[in-house]
T-cell receptor
Framework: GENVEQHPSTLSVQEGDSAVIKCTYSDSASNYFPWYKQELGKRPQLIIDIRSNVGEKKDQRIAVTLNKTAKHFSLHITETQPEDSAVYFC????????????FGTGTRLQVFP | DAGVIQSPRHEVTEMGQEVTLRCKPISGHNSLFWYRQTMMRGLELLIYFNNNVPIDDSGMPEDRFSAKMPNASFSTLKIQPSEPRDSAVYFCASLEGTEAFFGQGTRLTVV
């Protein structure tokens, strides 16, 4: 079935360290993989995405990688800062006739000063 | 555009009562999604519409849940009768291309 698994569920790092969140997807029709950040009490917002024809994408301190063969994708945050503390969701868009957007279960990242 | 608008922001109701959550998507967005957020399950997709037509409601947990989209600017999610385990934050999101824009959510508490 259609499923996105995400781990870890919680992640604590020291300011300045790197953080990595990993996801796997099941449906081969998935062709787009966004990442959303949700700060406490707020709505999820898109921070970065990657398409299935790309292996890696970088935007300042965040990067995403995709391994289509293994159906794995990951979010990497370098030089973490306290304001990076939030819940991060990976997601996949499954395209048949319409686009179905499904999310992982989320990772609560805490960055300690 | 004011973005995706959901109402109410908070709802407290007694078990057994009917609850209706409302969503106004961003004008021009063709797809609308309803999600339920809990600590254990993250963002669960309940149902989504494309051009006002329900495409996939396989995530709707039970017959107590129903959703409608009578026109391009309005959707409702109804729970009847409500139960304490329905307590969660319910998000509506509309899709432009591949980016989803979320409403502020409705925090539902069923006591």
């Amino acid at each position: 079935g259609e499923n996105v698994e995400q781990h870890p569920s919680t992640l604590s790092v020291q300011e300045g360290d790197s953080a990595v969140i990993k996801c796997t997807y099941s449906d081969s029709a998935s062709n787009y993989f966004p990442w959303y950040k949700q700060e406490l009490g707020k709505r999820p917002q898109l921070i970065i995405d990657i398409r299935s024809n790309v292996g890696e994408k970088k935007d300042q301190r965040i990067a995403v990688t995709l391994n289509k063969t293994a159906k794995h994708f990951s979010l990497h945050i370098t030089e973490t800062q306290p304001e990076d503390s939030a819940v991060y969701f990976c997601a996949a868009i499954i395209s048949y006739n319409t686009d179905k957007l499904i999310f992982g279960t989320g990772t609560r990242l805490q960055v300690f000063p | 555009d004011a973005g995706v608008i959901q109402s109410p922001r908070h709802e407290v109701t007694e078990m057994g009562q009917e609850v209706t959550l409302r969503c106004k998507p961003i004008s021009g967005h063709n797809s609308l999604f309803w999600y339920r957020q809990t600590m254990m399950r993250g963002l669960e997709l309940l149902i989504y519409f494309n051009n006002n037509v329900p495409i996939d409601d396989s995530g709707m947990p039970e017959d107590r849940f129903s959703a409608k989209m009578p026109n391009a600017s309005f959707s409702t999610l109804k729970i009847q009768p409500s139960e304490p385990r329905d307590s969660a934050v319910y998000f509506c999101a509309s899709l432009e291309g591949t980016e989803a824009f979320f409403g502020q959510g409705t925090r539902l508490t069923v006591v």
